[in-house]
Each structure stands twice: as structure tokens, then as C-alpha cells.
């Protein structure tokens, strides 16, 4: 059986997560078991995050349409129903978007969920 040697894996290895962990302090950047430790737990959180990140941004657009709305007298929900008996299919990011950018727009959006409500 041919000889095994398994120093170039085992140096990439260490190599992956070493680099993986460049800028954290202490310990945690320079020795293999912490580093590794810190490395699995910051992927975990990267990974639990990216779902969160969309749940926040929903959250915030339904914060600003609703603040929009209710300068016109509208609550989030009406205002909502309203467009949607319009037939007016605009997602929440580009409501939000108008709302903050383009107020005349909104107030368009608004007189027309109104009246559709």
C-alpha cells in the first residue's frame, strides 16, 4: 500500500479557517481551535442573518408606507386594500421608496386607495 502524506491538505485546512478568522483579536485570529470555534459560530450567524435581514427590511418598509399613509388619512391597512381594489400592484419596497422619494406620487397612491376603499 502506497505512503500517505497528508501535510498539504492538512496545511490548507488550517490555512482556510486561519484566513477565514484575519482581524479578529487575540487568540481568536491566530490559534487553530479558537479560531476555528469563532469561524463556525460567525457562519452560523451569518447564515441566521441573511434570513433576518429580509424580515427587518419588510418591517421598515411597512413603517415608512404607513407613516406616508397616514399623513393622507390613512391607515397601513386601508391604504394596502385600497390599492389592492385598484389593482395596483406595487411591492412594499417600491411603495416605501416612493413614500420617502416622491411624496406627489404617494399622494396619487393615496387619493386613489381612498377612493377605491
Same mark, same amino acid.
Given at each position: 500500500?502506497?505512503? *500517505?502524506?497528508?501535510? *498539504? +491538505? @492538512?496545511?490548507?485546512?488550517?490555512?482556510? =479557517?486561519?484566513?477565514?478568522? /484575519?482581524?479578529?483579536?487575540?487568540?481568536?485570529? *491566530?490559534?487553530?481551535?479558537? %479560531? +476555528? #470555534?469563532? *469561524? #463556525?459560530?460567525?457562519?452560523?450567524?451569518?447564515?441566521?442573518?441573511?434570513?433576518?435581514? /429580509?424580515?427587518? &427590511?419588510?418591517?421598515?418598509?411597512?413603517?415608512? =408606507?404607513?407613516?406616508?399613509?397616514?399623513?393622507?388619512?390613512? @391607515?397601513?391597512?386601508? &391604504?394596502?386594500?385600497?390599492? /389592492? /381594489? %385598484?389593482? =395596483? $400592484?406595487?411591492?412594499?419596497?417600491?411603495?416605501?421608496?416612493?413614500?420617502? $422619494?416622491?411624496? #406627489?406620487? &404617494?399622494? #396619487?397612491?393615496?387619493?386613489? %386607495?381612498?377612493?377605491? %376603499?
Amino acid at each position: 500500500m502506497p505512503r *500517505v502524506k497528508k501535510a *498539504v +491538505k @492538512s496545511r490548507a485546512r488550517r490555512k482556510k =479557517i486561519l484566513s477565514a478568522a /484575519k482581524g479578529y483579536r487575540g487568540g481568536r485570529g *491566530v490559534l487553530l481551535r479558537t %479560531a +476555528k #470555534e469563532t *469561524v #463556525e459560530r460567525a457562519l452560523k450567524f451569518a447564515y441566521r442573518d441573511r434570513k433576518l435581514r /429580509k424580515r427587518d &427590511f419588510r418591517s421598515l418598509w411597512i413603517i415608512r =408606507i404607513n407613516a406616508a399613509a397616514r399623513e393622507h388619512d390613512l @391607515s397601513y391597512s386601508r &391604504f394596502m386594500n385600497g390599492l /389592492k /381594489k %385598484a389593482n =395596483i $400592484t406595487l411591492d412594499r419596497k417600491a411603495l416605501a421608496n416612493l413614500a420617502a $422619494t416622491n411624496p #406627489e406620487a &404617494f399622494a #396619487e397612491l393615496a387619493r386613489i %386607495a381612498k377612493e377605491a %376603499a
